[in-house]
């Protein structure tokens, strides 16, 4: 504890909490691609109601045409526009329109072997809702219900964050978290709108579903100093979707309020002291 600046004896708890973000996209699709290698190594049909169910979806239609999955584009990690990105781009343009003093080989001789190469990454890489639709689609309707009832799929869907290189870290003070909206720093940015899941490492740590309101990028001269670096300041707004959110984040913010001490009760003057001596 210590004390705010300007003479004052009420005492504050300045804190930082590390947090983890990741889109939820990205969840949903980690937790699609696990339960495809789930089903195929324990060779039962491939059953995916319980994780439509958990993110709010349509249980009738495929997974492409959900909306947690089109809201957020493919590039959900781009920063949003702003005057330095602006700044930044400017200059790649001109940097590519200027003149080359020694032309470069002609690109024709390697552009096979490129084109080819990019081409099978791109069809290798099919991602797990376009799988999930596919291995759906190619299920009999003997198979489809057969699913439900497997053996591993009885107890209720549990969420789970996705691949380390999807995940950004940062942190929050104690002071920018209220039941409203948040405030973090970010080592990624993420695209404003977007769905966001925010997973506070403390003791007891907890997830919210959250939305992107504003990303900005912080000065190269702003005086944090961590250990993850953060390059993005983000402004999230709580969304409650998932039931007990509203009851953790107000039992983690009740249990970190800082005790005030009591002040002390001003002595009851006497009527001889108001009076004066007596004369």
């Known amino acids: 504890m210590s004390q705010i600046f300007n003479k004052s004896s009420h005492p504050v708890a300045i804190k930082r909490i590390p947090i983890r973000m990741w889109t939820l ?17 324990a060779g039962v049909p491939l059953y995916i109601d319980d994780i439509k169910e958990f993110y709010g979806m349509n249980i009738a239609k495929p997974l492409s045409g959900q909306p947690q999955l089109t809201l957020v584009s493919e590039a959900s990690d ?10 930044d781009m400017m200059a790649a343009l001109a940097e590519e329109k200027a003149p080359e003093a020694t032309p470069e080989a002609p690109p024709q001789e390697a552009a096979p072997a490129e084109a080819a190469s990019a081409t099978e990454a791109a069809s290798t890489e099919t991602p797990p ?18 699913a439900p009832h497997a053996h591993k799929f009885q107890t209720p869907y549990v969420r789970r964050a996705p691949n380390s290189d999807q995940i950004s870290y940062g942190f929050s003070m104690l002071a920018d978290i209220n039941m409203d909206w948040v405030l973090a ?3 990624h940015p993420f695209t404003q709108g977007s769905s966001i899941v925010i997973e506070f490492l403390i003791p007891t740590p907890f997830t919210m579903n959250v939305e ?5 990028r912080i000065a190269m001269k702003s005086r944090i100093i961590s250990e993850t670096k953060p390059d993005y300041r983000v402004q999230c707004r709580y969304t409650f979707s998932h039931p007990g959110e509203r009851s953790n984040l107000r039992r983690f ?15 009851a003057s006497s009527p001889a002291e108001d009076t004066g001596p007596a004369t």
């Open 25 to 41: 996209r990205a969840e949903i699709e980690a937790a699609l691609e696990h339960r495809i290698k789930e089903c195929e190594a």
């Open 78 to 87: 781009a920063s949003p526009m702003s005057n330095e990105n602006v700044d």
């Open 129 to 146: 809702s376009a799988q999930a639709d596919q291995i759906i689609a190619t299920q009999s309707p003997e198979e489809k219900a057969q």
């Open 185 to 187: 720093f970010s080592k």
């Open 212 to 216: 992107i309101l504003l990303c900005n």
């Open 253 to 267: 913010l009740s249990s970190v309020e800082p005790d005030l001490p009591n002040k002390p009760a001003f002595l």
